[in-house]
């Protein structure tokens, strides 16, 4: 496993970041066991780097897991929190609740614009308070917009930034694959930490997942790479690709028969795209909502290509 210093920062973060989404109760919900001991695999596998967000409601999982392990695995975690007050409660929650003292880095969640950056002033003051106190080691930003990524480059207080990246821009809100590449290397060169989410377009790319892997493997500008796993099969197919080695064949059949079905974000807005552009009428809408029928759904992914709000995901 490949291990880089993230930016400017002082954490060492392995090339492969555990994406904690997948895990729990907003996607495979697997049992709390099952879910921790996923994480431990991981670490004794290499990864020394976690995802996870307050949002994700997970965090018992990774305190589990700390416990059976007891190593030292740098946590990210970010927050919807747009007050002071509101920013200090969810980082108090992570600390007690994963069960740390201190939490390495702490985001703000899924930032859209310079001016929702600029509305979450009050939650980045209270980052850097809490970075001043030993609470987190280093401040950042989750984002899906270039602009963001551009914005956050130049300012000093963020330390680290989480931009979504994959070879079809899928859930890029303002631009194109190329273009956050562009962003993403110009805010590496401001010397800031970076690493990459949504390399799998939310699971939509799986069947070209060769193709997805080698292209944000062959970024020189992410220090890190954040994956979702939620089975022992992905896991060891994720560290062969990152480590440059053949996937076992019992691996690859193992993942040919993992179920997986797509899903709709509660966020949804109803706007209707990803229903004309399903060919095998398996999306509807139902009130402001698409709903989706399995038994006609084929997983292509094409219908989340026209999300505009990145709703939906294969998983």
């Known amino acids: 496993m490949e291990y880089k210093r993230l930016g400017s920062t002082d954490l060492i973060v392995s090339k492969l ?8 109760p907003l996607q495979a919900n697997l049992p709390l066991e099952e879910g ?3 994480i431990c695999e991981a670490f004794e596998l290499g990864v020394n780097f976690i995802d996870t967000a307050e949002y994700y409601k997970n965090y018992e999982y990774i305190n589990l897991a700390l416990k059976k392990i007891k190593n030292e695995i740098i946590i990210a975690s970010k927050s919807y929190a747009y007050t002071y007050e509101g920013m200090k409660k969810s980082v108090e929650k992570a600390r007690k609740e994963i069960g740390k003292d201190y939490i390495d880095i702490f985001m703000l969640h899924e930032q859209e614009s310079r001016l929702t ?17 030993g609470l987190i080691k280093a401040t950042g ?29 899928i859930g890029i809100k303002d631009g194109t694959a190329e273009d956050m590449l562009k962003a993403i290397e110009y805010a590496y060169t401001k010397g800031k930490g970076i690493y990459g989410m949504k390399c799998l ?9 060769v193709k997805a ?17 939620k089975s022992k099969s992905e896991l060891i197919a994720d560290i062969c690709f990152f480590e440059g ?7 690859e059949k193992s993942l040919l028969k993992e179920k997986r079905r797509l899903i709709i ?3 949804c807005e109803g706007c209707g795209n990803c229903v004309s552009r399903c060919r095998y009428d398996a999306l509807s809408l139902c009130g402001k909502k698409v709903s989706v029928d399995e038994n006609k759904c084929i997983l292509c992914g094409y219908c989340a290509g026209a999300c505009p709000e990145f709703c939906i995901k294969i998983v």
């Open 265 to 267: 974000e509660e966020w």
């Open 36 to 38: 921790a001991n996923l």
């Open 141 to 169: 930003v989750s984002t899906h917009t270039v602009e963001v990524v551009r914005t956050a480059a130049l300012m000093k207080e963020i330390d680290v930034i989480q931009p979504l990246i994959n070879f079809k821009g």
């Open 117 to 133: 950056l600029q509305g979450h002033k009050e939650a980045l003051d209270y980052l850097l308070e809490a970075k001043d106190k």
């Open 17 to 24: 970041c555990f994406g904690a989404l997948t895990i729990g």
């Open 201 to 209: 377009g939310g699971g939509n790319l799986i069947k070209e997942k």
């Open 213 to 229: 892997f080698e292209f944000v493997l062959n970024i020189p500008y992410l220090h890190s790479i954040a994956v979702g796993i």
């Open 245 to 251: 080695e053949k996937v076992p064949e019992d691996v």
